[in-house]
């Protein structure tokens, strides 16, 4: 067993080089502490490339070991990427925010993981580097290979940073869920939406909901659906009922019946809907 | 198992332990450290009775490392005394009731004392999430609430924050 915090990107790349595949990276720890841990561990809670928040050129650069509650706390996130910050202050609890981190959240590859589901609807891309030194930038969705499996793998590649970009103006994003309780509670579905708005008409949608698939689901004909649709009550209507019809959705014994988790996802994607259109055109009043 | 040398700043003073970092920072504390006031509830980070502040967060210590704590500064709630002399918020839990069984107070306490680090005027909102990830089957949490709000006046009237 050996446990390494590591604080830079070539230490982390050389290691996982000559280590082979009993080591893995480890940031936050919050899930992965639970399960039977590998021989070694390479920590990168502390890597300044990893830890990242700033707008570069119109595009958002969010460390993948920035932790739920930064992400929460920051004024800049809030302002370009709404729903993230909604997600991240419903994950867990102030303790598991503290610990838990952005990359961890997509690659623990839980199907309702809120951070995902708004980084989905964000439209962000991951930036991996492999060890040999290759990179690649890959949508969120591609990074699921099952349920509760990640298509990364954290022997050989590290997640470094999520971008988003963030110069479209009139654009507004929201997320919202439903849990048992407001803390300490896996969402029984959760759904977000990134939205552009011009002449007070849909230009643009994302809407993501879960957990529907294994990683968070786009819902392309309702995004198509609301295209050139006006701000008002009714699009957001239509929009609810058409999501309810196009997901395909399973209820657990442990949660709530499939029925339910249909109608809720249909309530959530309303809400969502509205309230990103909301801030799209407070943007643009700014603007 | 391979131990290695783990150097961490606990409750103020600089300590080194020869230790499996793979543990919980939990089982450090309790097991190797002789420190039982951090309790261990579920083990799995869902209901906050083994809260310790790590680098001034609460955090739950049964999902932390140990190796993660190396370099850095750990406190629990045996730092909250000073001698014979208690805490406000120790203080406060016992003067408004907020203790019936008495598991989760340490972290609940440690959760309220990060809050109170951040916030020396906390809302009652604010209070209810500082200690949204700490569970108590037993008092309530009203009990809680009023202890915490009454602690950050007492550090008020006594100018010190925590």
Known sequence: MSYQVVSNLEQVLSALKNRGENSRIIAGGTDLFLEKLPEKLLDISALAEALVIEERGGTMLIGAAVTHARAVA???????????????AQVGSP?????????????????????????????AKAELIHYSGNTRTVEIEELYAGFNCSAIDSCQELLLRFV??????????????????????????NAAAWLRVEHNC?????????????????????????????????????????AMDEVEVRGSLLRCSADY??????????????????????????? | ?????????????????????????????????????????????ECGACTVILDGMAV?????PAGKAKNRSVLTIESLAKGDKY????????????VQCGFCSPGMIMSAYALLQESSEPTSIEIRTAISGNLCRCSGYKQIEEAVLSAAEKLKNRGESG
Not at chain 1, 169 to 182: D, I, M, T, V, Y
Not at chain 2, 60 to 64: A, E, H, Q, R, T
Not at chain 2, 89 to 98: D, H, I, M, S, T
Request: proline content about 4%; aromatic content about 4%.
């Open chain 1, 74 to 88: 920051s004024p800049l996130l809030a302002k370009k990427v709404k729903a993230l910050t909604e997600a991240c």
């Open chain 1, 95 to 123: 303790q598991v925010r503290n610990l838990g981190t952005l990359g961890g959240n997509v690659i623990n590859a839980a199907p309702a993981a809120d951070a995902a589901v708004a980084l989905a609807a964000l439209g």
């Open chain 1, 164 to 189: 988003v970009n963030s110069s479209d103006s009139g654009s507004g994003s929201a997320f919202a869920r439903l849990a048992a309780r407001k803390s300490l509670a896996l969402p029984l579905a």
């Open chain 1, 202 to 242: 849909l230009q643009e949608v994302r809407l993501v909901v879960a957990p529907v698939k294994p990683a968070p689901t786009r819902l392309f004909k309702t995004e198509s659906l609301l295209v050139g649709r006006p701000l008002i009550a009714e699009s957001w209507r239509e929009a609810a009922g058409a």
């Open chain 1, 261 to 287: 988790r249909r109608h809720l996802i249909g309530v959530l994607v309303g809400r969502v809907l509205e309230t990103a259109a909301g801030r799209a055109l407070t943007a643009k009043g700014e603007a």
């Open chain 2, 1 to 45: 198992m391979q131990k290695e040398q783990i150097c961490f700043t606990l409750n103020g003073e600089t300590i080194e332990v020869y230790t499996d970092p793979t543990i919980s920072l939990l089982r450090l504390l309790r097991d190797e450290l002789g420190l039982t006031g951090t309790k261990e509830g579920c083990g799995e980070g």
């Open chain 2, 60 to 64: 739950n210590s049964c999902l932390v």
């Open chain 2, 87 to 98: 805490h406000p918020l120790q203080e406060a839990f016992v003067e408004k009731g907020a």
